[in-house]
């Protein structure tokens, strides 16, 4: 005799179609605020991180350019010539330090910082050269071979140079002055921001405006109101 077992209904939970229907829309409504939210709020922070980065990279170049020029030495480039091999412009400098390149040993280099044109754009660019005695005397720097280019800023970042006289007056220009600037000025300027300086800056280098005296062994030193040697200022 066969058995017959009853059967059982068991309920199964779940949602209806209208729940999944409100469900789905209240995501929707969620994830659009946050969409919108993050569309606003995300250009804002990515200028905010490139402003940092510029900054910082600036603020890097200008290290660097304080540090070369502090260093800068009054420096003849041959014995026909007696200003000092220190000139610029705007967009450039040229002067003899001391050597710090790790390969370079000991002795005196010329530096040069010049804005240049590349694949990537322009950029401003140290490069250095052993000093020699130019021949005649003669400053000009096509004769002298540099090597060793390291970017210190890329545009729209620019920084350009101004040299101040005995007078304090500030040049656009410094060449064949028969004395060293009584100092430099930096200026930083963003193109992406139209020409408006970032930031205008300027240090003291440790080095004298003029000749440096002879020396003069046992004999009495001269009158200070004669001679008085005055320290160059670099602006910062």
Known sequence: ??????????????????????ALTLVGLVMGSL????????????????????????????DRLVADLAAAQYVWPSRQNKSPLFYGDEESVTFVRSAISPNGGRGL?????????????????RMRAPFIPL???????????FADPVVLVREPVRIGFGY????????????????????????VRDDSRGSASLIST??????????????????????????????????R
């Open 35 to 62: 969409a919108t939210i993050t569309a606003e709020w995300l250009p804002s922070w990515k200028r905010g991180l490139v402003r940092a980065q510029i900054n910082e990279k600036a603020a890097i170049a200008l």
């Open 135 to 145: 021949p005649g005397g003669d400053m000009s720097i096509e004769q002298v071979t």
């Open 202 to 235: 300027a240090t003291r280098i440790n080095v004298d405006m003029m000749a440096p005296l002879p020396e003069q062994g046992n004999e009495p030193a001269p009158d200070p109101a004669k001679a008085a040697p005055s320290s160059v200022a670099v602006v």
């Open 1 to 22: 005799m066969a058995l017959e077992l009853p059967r059982r209904l068991h309920a199964e939970g779940g949602f209806t179609l209208i729940e999944m229907l409100i």
């Open 164 to 187: 101040a006289g005995p007078d304090g007056r500030w040049m656009k220009a410094w060449r064949n002055a028969g004395a060293l600037p009584s100092g430099v000025r930096f200026v």
């Open 109 to 125: 280099e010329i530096v040069r910082i010049a804005e240049v044109t590349d694949s990537h754009g322009r950029a401003l660019v």
